[in-house]
Nanobody, 115 residues
Framework: QVQLVESGGGLVQPGGSLRLSCTTSGISFSFYDMSWYRQGPGKQRELVATITPGRRPDYDVSVNGRFIISRDNAKNTMFLEMNSLKPEDTAVYYC?????????WGQGTQVTVSS
């Protein structure tokens, strides 16, 4: 059974930081392209960042320079370090794993940026 479980969300003030984790099971993690998506209130789900099996990262322009995506293949886990958070970063953040036709999602973790 494939499971992707996000954690680390919460309430943070503008300018603050959070670190999200996505722990996986049931997949050969090191072979998958891993991504973080987010869906803000009243918005469509959007791609935030992607990391390849070779650890090459790619970021949406809205988070480039503030967020850092990483992965630990030994622990089957992906991370998202979020810095200089803004109210517009408020969203449910989802973990995604893709390998050819296989596409898996986590249940999401809420991130709220507010004073």
């Amino acid at each position: 059974q494939v499971q992707l479980v996000e954690s680390g969300g919460g309430l943070v003030q503008p300018g603050g930081s959070l670190r999200l984790s996505c722990t996986t099971s049931g997949i050969s993690f090191s072979f998958y392209d891993m991504s973080w998506y987010r869906q803000g209130p009243g918005k469509q789900r959007e791609l935030v960042a992607t990391i390849t099996p070779g650890r090459r990262p790619d970021y949406d322009v809205s988070v480039n320079g503030r967020f850092i995506i990483s992965r630990d293949n030994a622990k089957n886990t992906m991370f998202l370090e979020m810095n200089s958070l803004k109210p517009e970063d408020t969203a449910v953040y989802y973990c995604n794993a893709v390998l050819r036709s296989e596409n898996y999602w986590g249940q999401g973790t809420q991130v709220t940026v507010s004073s």
